[in-house]
C-alpha cells in the first residue's frame, strides 16, 4: 500500500471577500478567498484549518468592524477558545491577535463570532487567516 507522505510545508492565508453579516454566537467567520493554500489544509466550505500533520502552528487572524458597530471575535483549537480580537469604533477598527499552538493531525483551528449575535465581519481583504507549521 502507497501511503501519501505528509506535508513538510503546511501554510495558508484566507481573507473575508464580501461583508459577514448576522453572525450567530460561535458562527464559524469563513473566510471565502483563500491566497495561499499550501498542503490544502484550510477549507472555505467550513472556514477550518484542519492539520494534516502533528507539530507546533503559528496562526494569526485579524478582523474589521463595520463604521458604528463592535466585534469580538476569537481562535479557536478544537472548539476551545484560544484568544480573543476585539474591535469597536464609530470609524472602521481591526482587531487582531494570534497563537502558537501544539496541533495533533487532524485538529481543527478557526475563527469564530465569540460574544454576541448578529455581529458584522466588514470584509474586502481586511479581515484575514492565516496559519503555518513552525515545527515537526
Known amino acids: 500500500m502507497l501511503v ?4 513538510s510545508y503546511v501554510a495558508f492565508t484566507a481573507k473575508l471577500n464580501g461583508h459577514a453579516e448576522n453572525l450567530g454566537l460561535h458562527q464559524a467567520i469563513i473566510f471565502d478567498v483563500v491566497q495561499t493554500n499550501v498542503g490544502g489544509a484550510y ?7 484542519t492539520a494534516p500533520a502533528e507539530g ?6 485579524t478582523i474589521m468592524c463595520h463604521s458604528g458597530t463592535f466585534l469580538e ?9 484560544v484568544v480573543y480580537m476585539y474591535a469597536s469604533d464609530s470609524n472602521f477598527e481591526q482587531g487582531t491577535n494570534s497563537a502558537v499552538l501544539e496541533v495533533q493531525e487532524g ?7 465569540a460574544r454576541t449575535e448578529s ?5 474586502n481583504d481586511w479581515t484575514t487567516f492565516t496559519g ?4 515537526y
Open 43 to 49: 477549507s472555505t466550505d467550513n472556514g477550518m484549518f
Open 107 to 113: 485538529d481543527h483551528v478557526w475563527v469564530r463570532n
Open 4 to 7: 501519501s507522505p505528509t506535508p
Open 56 to 61: 507546533v502552528y503559528y496562526f494569526s487572524a
Open 132 to 135: 503555518f507549521r513552525l515545527s
Open 119 to 123: 455581529d458584522k465581519v466588514y470584509g
Open 73 to 81: 471575535a476569537e481562535i479557536v483549537h478544537n472548539g476551545n477558545h
